[in-house]
């Protein structure tokens, strides 16, 4: 029951992606010694490029592959605030992602790993258009975390406290039934 094994490993590897990129933007921009920083920011945007590359990919499996329904003992209002969080979650991640790839781009930046394979940059220079999406991006990313905190905290309470096969949805990251 549940999600397939794709939407699994992609919401894992998303996940854990996620959780890396916060802190290494923190750290990269909080004047830490400029060798690190040459390191974080190349992860960063590399690996952030990735990441929006597979949260478009995740959106499109999701609307192409209907989920089973959630256990009937989840009630109306717990699914409302698990679909509205969902969303939320989708929307920063995609606000993140793009405001950071366009931030760069339009910035004249390099994205090291794109570069490295002679992917050209999708946007031209424009200094307006970049300072506008580092604003959003550095918003954006308050959100993002709230909803993280949000999202956590109820698989938390399913899975540890209800026991109610809500987290089994998504965990393990390979389904069992092989599907
Ligand atoms: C889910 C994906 C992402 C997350 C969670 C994320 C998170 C962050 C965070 C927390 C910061 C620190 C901002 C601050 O404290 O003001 C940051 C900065 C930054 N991020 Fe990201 N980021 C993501 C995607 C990207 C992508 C795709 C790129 C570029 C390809 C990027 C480029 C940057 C840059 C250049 C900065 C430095 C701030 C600036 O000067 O613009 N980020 N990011």
Not at 10 to 20: P, R
Not at 34 to 42: H, T, W
Request: glycine share 8%; proline share 6%; charged share 10%.
């Amino acid at each position: 029951m549940g999600y397939d094994t794709t939407a699994r490993i992609v919401h894992w590897t998303v996940a854990l992606l996620v959780i890396l990129m916060i802190p290494a933007g923190l750290v990269m921009t909080s004047g830490v010694d400029r060798s690190l920083q040459n390191v974080l920011f190349a992860f960063h945007k590399s690996v952030g490029t990735i990441l929006l590359l597979l949260i478009a990919f995740r959106i499109i499996w999701r609307l192409t592959h209907p989920v089973s329904p959630l256990p009937a003992s989840v009630g109306a209002m717990q699914r409302l605030a698990a679909h509205a969080t969902h969303f939320g979650l989708y929307f920063f991640l995609i606000v993140m992602t793009v405001s950071g790839y366009v931030r760069v781009t339009t910035g004249g930046f390099p994205i090291e790993l794109f570069d490295a394979l002679g992917i050209p940059p999708l946007f031209p220079r424009s200094e307006a258009v970049a300072n506008t999406a580092k604003s959003i991006h550095a918003v954006a990313k308050y959100g993002l975390v709230l909803l993280i905190v949000m999202h956590v905290g109820a698989a938390v309470f399913h899975g540890l406290l209800l026991r109610d096969g809500v987290f089994s949805r998504m965990w393990p990251p390979f389904r069992r039934d092989s599907r």
